[in-house]
């Protein structure tokens, strides 16, 4: 019976022109709606990023995801998630962090001694910090892995050696590394998650608004070496030119967006004033690391890292406390040549010999007190002390302990590195994403300033009873007395 109808029905539109036509256009309709249905699945599958997924559906369903996992820890809301989720509500557009002010700039009072602490500019100036070697645009459009908030952090100490020690962890396939300081569980908390797992305009004078095309990224370093700006996965940017990228590289400097920026404005450009990208994408089995020495002597920072994960593996990288402080005040000195001496910096009142321990270049080295900080949170276990001293001496033998750590196979040997004797450091036979030699960059190895000897011991004193203390508890003796 329905056959017939069919039939029937088939043979009318033959013979009618009009239900011929009536037919076709139905047949069009129906090849339409299934085009759409396609699209819309296509576009279901697409980066979420493409989408302009900051959508608070899916923000909503993993701060839901992660309120409930630190509630469920304590029994009660965790106010430090509260507020770090509420914060993740923020648009992407709201983001532009202090992340990089010097100090001076904010307190024209001259110099105060611990301007050295929060003038942490170094790693990006030279380059050492910069932009992952492998093109973020290369894993964004081919949609491999995913981005993922750390599982492993370098959270010390500054002038310790970190800086080394990520980049030479950088060539295990294993690990991915975000190669500026995010500064997230102390400067920049506030910019919530997506902030942290993302990327962002960083800076005081990046301008809220995006660039008309693309976007870029670029470091000394990666000049020098001769490579091409690396563009820098932006999603909302990407959205505006979907389609790529264009080999002239904005860059946002003078207050305008430059389109062809020449070298000399790239090499003068400020890391602050370029679009960052964090962390980097992994695929499973991957670890995502990143290092910001000062986490290690911020009173937040355990607290706010065990909210996040409580399985967070912990590395810091301590050097001799009184080499460590002369590295950091070398550091402020190479910025700010007029700064007082060292010998003058230490002293409370240099005739009574009394150590000034509010100066940050002094404060960091009582390892055993900041250390007592975190043991609130995370057991011995689950942090491991480098000697910054080995990684010289012994960079391979280190590393090996790092990779034994973080339960990785101990790829990284002594067949990666060399010593470089014009540098006076070991330094990677080849990097990671390059087939060349590669030493730190010249903000790493300064020269140090010739300090009275007097001054010195009268610093070694000071620091051994807290040195013992700081052996007796990670049960290791690094050799500083
Ligand atoms: N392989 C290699 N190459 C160059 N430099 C090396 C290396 N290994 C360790 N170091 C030491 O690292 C010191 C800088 O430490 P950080 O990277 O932790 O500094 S920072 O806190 O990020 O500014 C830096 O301190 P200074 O020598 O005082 O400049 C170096 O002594």
């Known amino acids: 019976m329905e056959y017939s109808l069919f039939c029937h029905h088939l043979y009318a539109l033959s013979v009618s022109p009009v239900k011929k036509k009536l037919g076709l256009l139905f047949i069009m309709l129906l090849l339409w709606v299934y085009m759409l249905y396609s699209c819309v699945g296509f576009c279901a599958t697409m980066p979420r990023s493409l989408l302009g997924d900051n959508s608070n559906n899916n923000r909503a369903r993993e701060t839901e995801f992660v309120g409930k996992y630190a509630e469920a820890e304590s029994g009660r809301p965790d106010p430090v998630m509260s507020k770090l989720l509420s914060r993740a509500q923020s648009s992407w557009t709201d983001i532009e962090s202090d992340y990089d002010e010097p100090t001076f700039r904010r307190a024209p009072r001259g110099f105060s001694k611990n301007d050295v602490e929060v003038d942490r500019a170094d790693d990006w100036e030279d380059g050492q910090g910069g932009e992952p070697r492998v093109s973020p645009l290369s894993s964004f459009s081919s949609g491999s892995g995913s981005k993922k908030l750390p599982q ?136 995502t690391m990143e290092k910001t020495p000062s986490y290690f002597v911020t009173r937040e920072a355990p607290a706010r890292i065990y909210a996040l994960s409580r399985d967070t593996k912990l590395i810091v990288v301590v050097r001799d406390p009184v080499t460590r402080a002369i590295s950091d005040y070398t550091q402020t000195l190479s910025k700010k040549p007029d700064i007082p001496t060292f010998e003058s910096l230490t002293f409370k009142n240099r005739t009574t010999g009394l150590i000034d321990t509010s100066w940050s270049a002094i404060q960091i080295g009582i390892y055993a007190k900041h250390l007592d900080n975190w043991l609130q949170y995370f057991p011995m276990e689950q942090i491991l002390f480098v000697s910054g001293e080995r990684l010289i001496t012994d960079p391979a033998g280190e590393l090996g302990r790092v990779q034994d750590f973080l339960g990785l196979k101990r790829i990284i040997t002594d067949k990666h590195f060399y010593f470089n004797q014009t540098k006076g450091f070991p330094c990677l036979k080849k990097a990671e994403g390059s087939s060349k030699p590669h030493c730190l960059g010249k903000t790493k190895g300064r020269t140090h300033p010739n300090i009275d000897p007097e001054v010195v011991q009268r610093l070694r004193d000071f620091y051994r009873p807290f040195n013992m203390k700081f052996y007796q508890m990670t049960g290791h003796n690094f050799g500083w007395d």
């Open 152 to 287: 492993a952090i370098i959270i010390g100490v500054k002038k310790g050696g970190t800086r080394a020690l990520l980049e030479f962890l950088r060539v295990h396939p294993d690990i991915r590394a975000v190669g500026a300081e995010p500064h997230f569980f102390d400067r920049n908390y506030d910019n919530g998650l997506d902030w942290y797992r993302g990327g962002a305009f960083v800076g005081l004078s990046a301008p809220k608004k995006p660039p008309p095309t693309g976007h870029i990224g670029h470091d000394r370093e990666e000049e020098s070496r001769g490579l091409p700006c690396p563009p820098l996965e932006l999603a909302w940017l990407y959205q505006l030119k979907p389609q790529g990228y264009s080999a002239q590289l904005p860059v946002w400097f003078s207050n305008r967006w430059l389109m062809s920026p020449t070298s000399s404005v790239l090499s003068s450009v400020r890391s602050s004033e370029l679009i960052r990208d964090l962390m980097p994408k992994t695929l499973e089995g991957q670890i």
